[in-house]
């Protein structure tokens, strides 16, 4: 394996190990021990349902849907954990283990999924010894017609909601299209790449996202609203790269050997967008328990994954019908509209509603003149 990707991987590892270990009592969230054993609970749930490809796991968020009271800021802290063991680390464990078992055991290529399998079944007995069943309130049991009439009402009375929801659509599709895209814009004629250990820096770059999320919303002077804008800018600039490598590097026409200048480049720029997936989906559940009302959430959400999976499904079916930067542009495109949205989000989330205004009025009214 070339140089480059240990490289890559090291300095990576070095970073995520230098911010964990030079946390500080600012970069933590105080929390009470009923809370750390509720979370170390979903923490261990979460990540043996990661399966070895690195996927969100099978309930990763029912648990925390009406999350039993606790200060909503804890949630980020959750959610950032998750990503940071579940989506990362456990994820580049996992990879490394199926190699081990399909290359060095010589088990099979089957064998990571009976593997995959013991780990889901302690994952089951986990949740069954551990967990209580959340009925919800019966009073609000309603028919799936009237659940997403509702959350149409309320995405329709509530500019910020519909903000949120378009952001989250446009990344998502942008990131799952990224899935299909990595492997051919590294190896556009046959190069020989390690596409397990690639994989296992993408899920290195994640963390290391994660790592920075939980740092900056430990940070009561910065707000979630404001840094997003940083993240999808980056983002966009990141899956551009494939679209300037074309102008500026000549394309090498030599079929198979190793990866390509253009294709390190491309892969540098792939990082730091996996940064900014590790970055988003933290801080994303934070706006949504700041924004979305709890009880229709879920429904919300799922009506925003009603045109996201349209999209994904037409990009995948007519994927060999663009050139390749033209999906990379669409990606681009994409991220720098959800740019402009986060920018509008914090616009409108900093206004104070027309009830604080004639509070603020009737308390200047009511001071006294110091003459």
């Known amino acids: ?22 946390k500080s009592n600012k970069d933590r969230i105080n929390t009470s021990s009923a809370f750390n054993s509720f979370k170390n609970n979903y ?15 099978i309930a990763p968020f029912l648990l925390l849907d009406l999350y039993r009271g606790f200060d909503q800021q804890w949630l980020s802290l959750t959610f950032s954990k998750a990503i940071f063991l579940g989506n990362g680390l456990v994820a580049i464990v996992s990879g490394l283990f199926g190699n081990v078992l399909v290359d060095t055991l010589s088990l099979g290529p089957v064998a990571p999924f009976d593997a995959a399998s013991c780990f889901l079944a302690i994952g089951m007995a986990i949740i069954l010894s551990t967990w209580t069943e959340n009925f919800g309130d019966p009073s609000e049991n309603k028919d799936l017609l009237t659940q997403f009439r ?23 599709g942008s990131m799952y299209t990224f899935v299909f895209l990595w492997t051919p814009a590294l190896s556009p004629n046959d190069e020989e790449i390690p596409h397990g250990f690639i994989f296992a820096t993408f899920m290195l770059s ?16 910065l707000r979630v609203e404001g840094y997003m804008q940083i993240v999808f800018a980056v983002s966009a600039a990141s899956l551009i790269l494939p679209i300037l490598t074309t102008f500026v590097v000549s394309p090498t026409k030599e079929k198979g050997g190793g990866i390509s200048f253009s294709g390190s480049i491309q892969l540098l720029g792939f990082c730091t967008f996996e940064s900014c997936v ?18 229709a959430r879920s429904t919300i959400m799922n009506f925003f994954r009603i045109p996201l999976n349209i999209f994904v ?22 991220l720098m509209v959800a740019c402009i949205l986060q920018r509008r989000l914090m616009v409108i989330a900093e206004k104070p509603k027309a009830g604080e205004w004639q509070m603020k009025e009737r308390d200047t009214e009511s001071e006294p003149l110091n003459i």
Do not use: H
């Open 1 to 22: 394996m070339e140089v480059f990707y240990y490289m890559v991987f090291g300095v990576l590892a070095a970073v995520v190990a230098a911010l964990e270990l030079s």
């Open 43 to 57: 923490l261990i749930v979460y990540s043996l349902m990661m399966d070895r490809e690195g996927s969100r796991a």
């Open 150 to 172: 509702g959350a149409a009402v309320a995405i329709a009375s509530d500019e910020k909601i519909a903000l949120l929801g378009a952001i989250q659509s446009l990344f998502e």
């Open 206 to 221: 994640s963390m290391l996202g994660s790592s920075l999320a939980s740092r900056l919303m430990a940070r009561a002077s």
């Open 278 to 295: 590790g970055i988003f989906w933290p801080s994303i559940m934070k706006m949504r328990s700041q924004y979305i009302p709890e009880e």
């Open 313 to 334: 499904c037409v990009v995948l079916y007519n994927v060999d019908a663009f050139p390749i930067t033209v999906m990379f542009g669409m990606c681009s495109i994409f």
